[in-house]
C-alpha cells in the first residue's frame, strides 16, 4: 500500500488536495464578512437589502472542553481511520460523520476527510425503491452538505493533536480493515455503549487479533462503517456533547438559501423577524410532514398512527391553534401533501408556506440544482429558528431538529406523555421511550 503523501506533517497534508479544494470553495462561495446583529423589520419596509447576508453562520468552534479531551489522548502516528460510510439524510450522515471524528480522536489516530454516499432521488420521490440500492450511487466529498473549511478549521483550533488527511486511495493491504466501532462492545444498549472510555484499549486488541503486525512502517488503516445512535453523547459532560456537533455547519450556499426563505417569509408575511435569536419568537411554527418516505423502515412504523398523513397533520394543525400560531411552515420534499395540509388549515385560519413557496427567480434555481437532500437542508435551518416545532418521532431528521433547538430553548427537561414528547418548544408525535433514550446517541 502506498504511504498516504505527508502523513506525517499537517501542513503537507492540507497542501495535498485540501487547500486547493478550500481555496476553489471560497473562491466561488464565500461573501463578505457578516454583520453579527440583524433585525429585519419588513413593517418599516424592505425587509433585508444586502442578499449576501448569513443567517445561519457560526464561527470556528473553539471549545476547551475539545482540547481537553484532545490534549489527554495517546496520539498514534501509525493509526488512520477513514470515514466514507455516510449514507442517508442528514440525520444519519451528520452523526455518522461525529461519530468518526470522535471515535478517531478516542484512539489517537488521524482521519481522512470524510465522504457522503450518494441517495437515488428518483426511489424518494416515488417509494419504489429496494433498500439494497441505497448504497450504489457513488460519493461525495463533504462539501456535499457541509462547510469543509469551517471543518477543518475548527478541528485545528479546538483539537490541533488530530491529523486531517485529504484523500486516501481505496488499496488494499492485510493492515486495512473495515470496522463498526460498537462491535467491539458486547452490551448496547438504546442509550448507546456503556463505557466508550474503553474503546481504545477494544480496539488494540481488535487491531492485534485481525491484523499482521508488520511491515511496521506501514500504517493501520480503519475504514469505520456507519456508526449511529450508538456513542452516548454526554460521555464528555454536558458541554462537550453540546459544542461538538458545531464543528459540522452546512455549506455556504444552502445557508444563504435559508436566509432568503426567512426574508421571503418576513416581507410576505409582514412579520419583523430577529434572526440573532437561536428560536425566533414571535414567528412561525416550523414542521415536518412525513408521511411518505421509502427510507422509514416500514415494519417497524406502519402501526404507527402518525406515521400517515390524516393523524400526522391534525396534530400539527392542533398544535398550531393551541400556541396561537397562525403561520406553519412545512417541510418536506412532497408538495402535493403540503398543498393538501395547506387545505386542511385554512378551515382554521392557518396559513402554510413552504420555500418552493417563497423562492423565486433565481433562488428558485439555485434550489433545483440542490438534489434532495441538499434542499432538506434548507428546510432543516428554516425549523431550527421557528418558534414551535412538530415533527415524527420514527424520524431522524425531526430529532436532529429537536436535539439541537433544545440548546436555544429553556432547555425544559423532555417529558414523554401517551406518545408525545414535547420540551416546549418542539413537539414529536409518535414517540417510543426506546427512541427517548437513543436520542442521547444523537449530537445536538
Ligand atoms: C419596526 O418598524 C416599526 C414602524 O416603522 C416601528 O414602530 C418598530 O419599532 C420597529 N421595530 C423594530 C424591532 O425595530
Ligand atoms: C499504535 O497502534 C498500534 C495498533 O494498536 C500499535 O501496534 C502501536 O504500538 C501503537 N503505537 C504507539 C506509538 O502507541
Ligand atoms: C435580537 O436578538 C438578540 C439575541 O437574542 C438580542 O440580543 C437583541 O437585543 C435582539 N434585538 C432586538 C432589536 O430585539
Same mark, same amino acid.
Given at each position: ?59 470556528? &468552534? ?158 493501520? &488503516? ?208 409518535? &414517540? ?13
Amino acid at each position: 500500500m502506498q504511504h498516504p503523501a505527508g502523513i506525517s506533517r499537517r501542513p503537507a497534508v492540507l497542501a495535498g488536495g485540501l487547500l486547493v479544494t478550500i481555496w476553489l470553495w471560497l473562491a466561488f462561495f464565500d461573501g463578505p464578512s457578516l454583520p453579527t446583529h440583524i433585525v429585519w423589520n419588513t413593517s418599516s419596509k424592505g425587509g433585508l437589502t444586502s442578499p449576501s447576508i448569513d443567517a445561519f453562520d457560526f464561527p470556528p &468552534v473553539d471549545s476547551d472542553e475539545m482540547r481537553a479531551v484532545c490534549s489527554s489522548t495517546k496520539w498514534n502516528q501509525s493509526l488512520i481511520f477513514t470515514c466514507d460510510n455516510n449514507h442517508g439524510g442528514i440525520g444519519h450522515v451528520r452523526n455518522s460523520i461525529l461519530n468518526c471524528v470522535r471515535y478517531a480522536i478516542g484512539a489517537g489516530g488521524a482521519l481522512v476527510m470524510p465522504n457522503i454516499a450518494l441517495r437515488d432521488e428518483d426511489d424518494m420521490e416515488h417509494d419504489h425503491g429496494h433498500a439494497e440500492k441505497r448504497h450504489g450511487f457513488g460519493r461525495k466529498g463533504m462539501e456535499y452538505m457541509f462547510d469543509v473549511e469551517h471543518f477543518s478549521e475548527s478541528l485545528r483550533l479546538s483539537c490541533p493533536e488530530l491529523m486531517l488527511i485529504g484523500h486516501l486511495e481505496e488499496t488494499f493491504s492485510p493492515r486495512r480493515r473495515g470496522l463498526l466501532p460498537e462491535h467491539l462492545f458486547t452490551n448496547v444498549p438504546a442509550s448507546g455503549i456503556e463505557h466508550p472510555e474503553e474503546w481504545p484499549v477494544r480496539l488494540k486488541a481488535w487491531i492485534e487479533k485481525h491484523m499482521p503486525s508488520y511491515p511496521e512502517k506501514e500504517p493501520i &488503516v480503519i475504514d469505520l462503517e456507519q456508526s449511529f445512535l450508538h456513542y452516548p453523547t454526554h460521555s464528555d459532560g454536558h458541554k462537550f456533547a453540546h459544542t461538538f456537533g458545531n464543528i459540522l455547519k452546512f455549506r455556504p450556499d444552502v445557508r444563504r438559501l435559508a436566509t432568503t426563505t426567512l426574508k421571503k417569509l418576513a416581507e410576505w408575511y409582514d412579520m419583523p423577524l430577529n434572526v440573532s435569536e437561536l428560536i425566533m419568537n414571535p414567528s412561525f411554527m416550523g414542521a415536518h410532514l412525513q408521511t411518505d418516505n421509502p427510507f422509514l423502515e416500514r415494519r417497524h412504523n406502519s402501526d404507527v398512527a402518525y406515521a400517515h398523513f390524516p393523524a400526522q397533520t391534525a396534530a400539527y394543525i392542533e398544535q398550531a391553534i393551541s400556541a396561537k400560531i397562525s403561520l406553519i411552515y412545512v417541510a418536506s420534499g412532497n408538495l402535493p401533501e403540503i398543498h393538501k395540509l395547506g387545505l386542511q388549515a385554512t378551515a382554521s385560519n392557518i396559513a402554510v408556506t413552504h420555500k418552493e413557496d417563497l423562492l423565486k427567480d433565481k433562488d428558485m434555481e439555485m434550489l433545483e440544482r440542490l438534489r434532495w437532500d441538499q434542499r432538506a437542508l434548507v428546510d432543516y435551518l428554516m425549523l431550527l429558528k421557528a418558534q414551535d416545532f412538530a415533527g415524527v418521532g420514527h424520524s431522524s431528521f425531526s430529532w436532529q431538529i429537536v436535539m439541537t433547538r433544545h440548546e436555544g430553548g429553556d432547555k425544559r427537561k423532555g417529558v414523554l406523555e401517551s406518545d408525545i414528547w414535547s420540551d416546549g418548544v418542539s413537539t414529536l408525535y409518535g &414517540v417510543r421511550s426506546s427512541y427517548v433514550e437513543s436520542s442521547g446517541c444523537m449530537w445536538s
